[in-house]
């Protein structure tokens, strides 16, 4: 059992990286064709910026090759024989917690290279050392306490209740929920400061928007994510009464009202589709297969990897093994996203014409420096968005090049 869970890792390793080669090959050639939506300064800026992150992410997955060796041959043991004499409840929170740091002591110099040295390079990061580490410090001790509490509290199940994997599915889905209930009032502003809209003449214009598609909100806030960042966004959070607007102050420079209007209108698309409900029941059944290949995993694993069969002991195999069962699900996931983007852009031209979104996308795409183009099977696994090229084609975009004349020119990148 344990040489299986190694082959299935080390093919996840595999398909990552090779993701990753094929990215940067394509992009490598598609940078010296003719600009698509970008200045050519921009565009070679947009496609050097995906090779680094391309590049770091191939270290990146080498490395987390490497941790999960450790914890497969040494570290599950370890951990084991540190919590020995704990009750199953304490050594599950000990456990879980000693592997999340690890971890993240593992992960953290690639965090602070990307934000330093390529984010920095390309004059995206606006963070400082100094925020940069209370934001580490908030983010790990947030992590420590929900994870210690979830910890203990599925520990106690396993424990006490026979169909253990199912009740401890029901807690993590609820937590999921009130997670995002909470995260727009409570968790968000520990990070930024959120302050109401004071452009009453666009504000009044967002409520009517939101009017017209029947969305309630506590109100319209702007983040002060240019602290940390040059990037321009803006979404609708939380769920029920605790929904809100929140426009990015980079977003707001950039766009003009009626831009700002269009954006917002494809987000009222999700709302209006029930997108986020939607991606909460995805989620939910991914969970329960989870869930139940771990409530049913045999005792010979556990005596292979020569440690008892605990509560602490079945979480970090869950741990250790729930980015590989993200990623066989992720090309799914990824899909449903995709057509669920496309309906939004729908329901934004219905609301507030073409004309707007499209100039409001050409300006992100430029703002944000990213690239319109990437190989297919990044766009399989990874994109939760389609290529902007194809979203403007959809909504008639007859600026952006429709004769395949992309696709011809890089046919050999494609062959997998």
Same mark, same amino acid.
């Given at each position: 059992?344990?040489?299986?869970?190694s082959? #299935?890792?080390?093919?996840?390793?595999? *398909?990552?990286?090779?993701?990753?080669?094929?990215?940067?090959?394509?992009?490598a050639k598609?940078?010296?064709?003719?600009?698509?939506?970008?200045?050519?300064s921009?565009?070679?800026?947009?496609?050097?910026?995906? =090779?680094?992150?391309?590049?770091?992410?191939? /270290?990146?997955?080498?490395?987390?090759?490497?941790?999960?060796?450790?914890?497969?041959? +040494? $570290?599950?043991?370890?951990?084991?024989?540190?919590?020995?004499?704990?009750?199953?409840?304490?050594?599950?929170?000990?456990?879980?917690?000693?592997?999340?740091?690890?971890?993240?002591?593992?992960?953290?110099?690639?965090?602070i290279?990307?934000?330093?040295?390529i984010?920095?390079?390309?004059?995206?990061?606006? @963070?400082?050392?100094? %925020?940069?580490?209370?934001?580490?410090?908030?983010?790990?001790?947030?992590?420590?306490?929900?994870?210690?509490?979830?910890?203990?509290?599925?520990?106690?199940?396993?424990?006490?209740?026979?169909? +253990? +994997?199912?009740?401890?599915? %029901?807690?993590?889905?609820?937590? =999921?929920?009130?997670?995002?209930?909470?995260?727009?009032?409570?968790?968000?502003?520990?990070?930024?400061?959120?302050?109401?809209?004071? !452009?009453?003449?666009? &504000?009044?214009?967002?409520?009517?928007?939101?009017?017209?598609?029947?969305?309630?909100s506590? $109100?319209?806030?702007?983040?002060?994510?240019?602290?940390?960042?040059?990037?321009? !966004?803006?979404?609708?959070?939380?769920?029920?009464?605790?929904?809100?607007?929140?426009?990015?102050?980079?977003?707001?420079?950039? %766009?003009?009202? @009626?831009?700002?209007?269009?954006?917002?209108?494809?987000?009222? $698309?999700?709302?209006?589709?029930?997108?986020?409900?939607?991606n *909460?029941?995805?989620?939910?059944?991914?969970?329960?297969? $989870?869930?139940?290949?771990?409530?049913?995993?045999?005792?010979?694993?556990?005596?292979?990897?020569?440690?008892?069969?605990?509560?602490?002991?079945?979480?970090? %195999?869950?741990?250790?093994?729930?980015?590989?069962?993200?990623?066989?699900?992720?090309?799914?996931?990824?899909?449903? @996203?995709?057509?669920?983007?496309?309906?939004?852009? &729908?329901?934004? /031209?219905?609301?507030?014409?073409?004309?707007?979104? #499209?100039?409001?996308?050409?300006?992100?795409?430029?703002?944000?420096?990213?690239?319109?183009?990437?190989?297919?099977?990044?766009?399989f696994?990874?994109?939760?968005?389609?290529?902007?090229?194809?979203?403007?084609?959809?909504?008639?975009?007859?600026?952006?090049?429709?004769?395949?004349?992309?696709?011809?020119?890089? &046919?050999?990148?494609?062959?997998?």
């Amino acid at each position: 059992m344990v040489q299986a869970l190694s082959i #299935i890792f080390f093919l996840y390793v595999l *398909i990552k990286v090779y993701i990753s080669v094929m990215q940067i090959g394509y992009v490598a050639k598609a940078k010296n064709m003719p600009p698509v939506l970008m200045k050519p300064s921009s565009w070679m800026k947009s496609a050097r910026y995906l =090779i680094s992150n391309e590049r770091l992410k191939i /270290v990146e997955t080498l490395v987390e090759y490497a941790l999960f060796v450790f914890w497969l041959s +040494w $570290g599950i043991r370890w951990l084991d024989t540190m919590t020995w004499n704990m009750d199953p409840i304490m050594q599950a929170v000990v456990a879980v917690d000693l592997f999340l740091i690890v971890n993240y002591v593992v992960e953290l110099p690639f965090s602070i290279y990307k934000t330093f040295v390529i984010d920095e390079r390309f004059r995206f990061n606006h @963070s400082t050392p100094e %925020l940069f580490v209370k934001d580490q410090i908030k983010g790990g001790l947030l992590t420590l306490v929900v994870a210690s509490v979830l910890s203990a509290a599925v520990a106690w199940i396993i424990v006490n209740v026979p169909m +253990w +994997w199912f009740v401890s599915f %029901l807690l993590i889905f609820a937590v =999921i929920v009130l997670l995002n209930l909470l995260y727009p009032t409570l968790i968000a502003p520990m990070f930024n400061k959120f302050t109401p809209l004071q !452009n009453e003449a666009l &504000k009044e214009k967002i409520d009517a928007l939101m009017q017209r598609s029947g969305f309630e909100s506590e $109100g319209v806030f702007v983040v002060d994510a240019s602290k940390r960042d040059a990037r321009l !966004n803006a979404y609708f959070g939380g769920l029920g009464k605790t929904k809100r607007v929140v426009l990015f102050d980079t977003l707001l420079e950039k %766009l003009s009202d @009626s831009e700002l209007l269009a954006v917002l209108g494809h987000e009222l $698309g999700h709302y209006k589709h029930h997108d986020i409900y939607k991606n *909460i029941a995805m989620l939910g059944g991914i969970l329960f297969v $989870g869930f139940y290949i771990f409530g049913h995993l045999p005792t010979s694993l556990f005596m292979e990897l020569g440690v008892r069969e605990t509560p602490a002991m079945l979480m970090v %195999l869950f741990l250790l093994m729930i980015s590989v069962f993200i990623f066989i699900f992720m090309p799914i996931m990824s899909f449903v @996203s995709r057509q669920n983007e496309y309906a939004a852009d &729908k329901y934004a /031209v219905e609301m507030c014409g073409s004309e707007d979104l #499209i100039r409001a996308l050409k300006k992100l795409v430029d703002e944000n420096k990213s690239f319109p183009m990437a190989h297919r099977l990044t766009i399989f696994f990874y994109h939760s968005h389609p290529p902007i090229v194809e979203r403007l084609r959809a909504l008639g975009d007859k600026s952006v090049r429709d004769d395949g004349k992309e696709d011809e020119a890089l &046919k050999g990148e494609f062959t997998v």
